[in-house]
T-cell receptor, first 114, second 112 residues
Framework: NAGVTQTPKFQVLKTGQSMTLQCAQD?????MSWYRQDPGMGLRLIHY???????DQGEVPNGYNVSRSTTEDFPLRLLSAAPSQTSVYFC?????????????FGPGTRLLVL | DQQVKQNSPSLSVQEGRISILNCDYTNSMFDYFLWYKKYPAEGPTFLISISSIKDKNEDGRFTVFLNKSAKHLSLHIVPSQPGDSAVYFCAAGFGNTGKLIFGQGTTLQVKP
């Protein structure tokens, strides 16, 4: 079991560029989420999914798109990067079989937008 | 509006003593709470959780206490070890969405 994997580990973008952050899990978890971590702000939920084909917005969804075509993958797309999107991004997954929704996090992607 | 707050950005304790990390929340609909530990350059890892129907949950050196009337939870680490030095996040959730709301985090330093 690889758990939750994220690629790339680090990325530098110029303002206006687009990119996709990849996230995959091999635990057959229904729930997947994207968070961003900024100093003094903790982790804030961007988008989440309760299953393949179903996504919804979190606290800070603006500037990000997601889709969930398979149970395993949950990519996060930045259509036009802005310096305010400089952050560390974490993907997480959890199972409906766990009533306390313990989430398992990936190692993160550090994004710098110039 | 911050629904989950950790008002202490940092805490320093001596090895072997108790560490107490605090967390307050505002939404009475939350029905479960979790603590995560995070080392630099790694993702958060699950530490301990508690359902809103309980007031205490213990796992080895870690105990979480929930006071629903005060909308407050705390994490006790006894005895504290240098390897416990990390950022600790409390989080709260409700319903079937898998959504979690996190606090800002508290950096714990355990001195040898």
């Amino acid at each position: 079991n690889a758990g939750v994997t994220q690629t790339p580990k680090f990325q530098v973008l110029k303002t206006g560029q687009s990119m996709t952050l990849q996230c995959a899990q091999d635990m057959n978890h229904e729930y997947m989420s994207w968070y961003r971590q900024d100093p003094g702000m903790g982790l804030r939920l961007i988008h989440y999914s309760v299953g393949a084909g179903i996504t919804d917005q979190g606290e800070v969804p603006n500037g990000y798109n997601v889709s969930r075509s398979t149970t395993e993958d949950f990519p996060l797309r930045l259509l036009s990067a802005a310096p305010s999107q400089t952050s560390v991004y974490f993907c997480a997954s959890s199972s409906s079989r766990d009533t306390l929704r313990t989430q398992y996090f990936g190692p993160g992607t550090r994004l710098l937008v110039l | 509006d911050q629904q989950v707050k950790q008002n202490s950005p940092s805490l320093s304790v001596q090895e072997g003593r108790i560490s107490i990390l605090n967390c307050d929340y505002t939404n009475s609909m939350f029905d479960y709470f979790l603590w995560y530990k995070k080392y630099p350059a790694e993702g958060p890892t699950f530490l301990i959780s508690i359902s809103s129907i309980k007031d205490k949950n213990e796992d080895g050196r870690f105990t979480v206490f929930l006071n629903k009337s005060a909308k407050h939870l705390s994490l006790h680490i006894v005895p504290s070890q240098p390897g416990d030095s990390a950022v600790y996040f409390c989080a709260a959730g409700f319903g079937n969405t898998g959504k979690l709301i996190f606090g800002q985090g508290t950096t714990l330093q355990v001195k040898p």
